[in-house]
């Protein structure tokens, strides 16, 4: 049984990894459920698996359990319902065999339905133009852009294409549609529905999650998040700035 809530531990951690937890959480969780078990134990974090190391002091031997994380889109509905697991077992709610079943059912609930994904991304976009003094035409044009590029990155990533692609061809097709209010002069905005139509790719978690990491000490992984995050947002500045030279755009 041991071995089996050893190994569990180790792929509870790097599934909430993989939903986009900090360290801190992942920690907290994982001391939670090992001591409601009895396990001594310690759990390692790094860019791409965890580990963790059991010890047993009858016979002066440690295992070690090590899992990669799984390349997952962030979730933060299956990220609380773990956390949620995690008080469940420590509390005495769930046996070992009970907290199985749960943590399968979670981590193959299916995710948001992509369409309500993709409208209300394209509302929340249209909202941050109107926040920043957009009119009505330009909020028009940061809706179309946000729900065509969106819809890119949707169909691209399920194709397995590389994110840091997808980030560039999406932040390139958004800007050429955020443009038409320069093209087209309708709109007496143009600038901020150029400026907002890729602001849905802005990889916003990773950062926060990488001052969180180094606040709690893991630099490794800080780094690590703090790396890609900059690298998309490279990427999207490349698109964005790809489709303003080719709609020969004059901002200055």
Known sequence: MTDLQSSFIA?????????????????????RMAKAWNLDGELVISPDHVTFSLNDESNCH????????????????????????????????????????????????????????????????????RIFGGDAWAMAIVFLATLLGFRLKQILLDEHLNVNVVFFLCAFFSSI???????????DTPDVALAT?????????????????????????????????????FCLSVGLASGVLLMNLKLF
Not at 63 to 77: A, E, L, M
Not at 97 to 102: I, L, T
Not at 177 to 187: K, L, N, Q, R
Not at 205 to 212: A, D, E, R
Request: charged share 15%.
């Open 11 to 31: 792929e509870y951690a790097a599934w909430l990894y993989g939903c986009g937890a900090t360290c801190t959480r992942i920690t907290k969780n994982v001391d």
């Open 62 to 129: 440690s295992r070690i359990y090590i899992k990669k994380h799984p390349h997952k889109p962030i979730s933060f509905y299956k990220n609380t319902a773990l956390s949620t697991l995690s008080w469940e077992i420590a509390d005495g709610k769930l046996t070992f065999e009970e907290a199985q079943n749960e943590f399968n059912r979670i981590t193959n609930t299916p995710l948001t339905n992509p369409w309500l994904v993709l409208f209300l991304t394209s509302v929340a976009n249209m909202s941050f133009c």
């Open 177 to 187: 549609i955020g443009a038409t209010g320069y093209v087209f002069h309708i709109s």
């Open 197 to 233: 139509c890729v602001l849905y790719l802005i990889p916003g978690v990773p950062y926060i999650n990488s001052i969180s990491d180094l606040m709690g000490g893991q630099y490794l992984v800080c780094f690590s998040r703090f790396m890609n995050a900059l690298l998309l947002t």
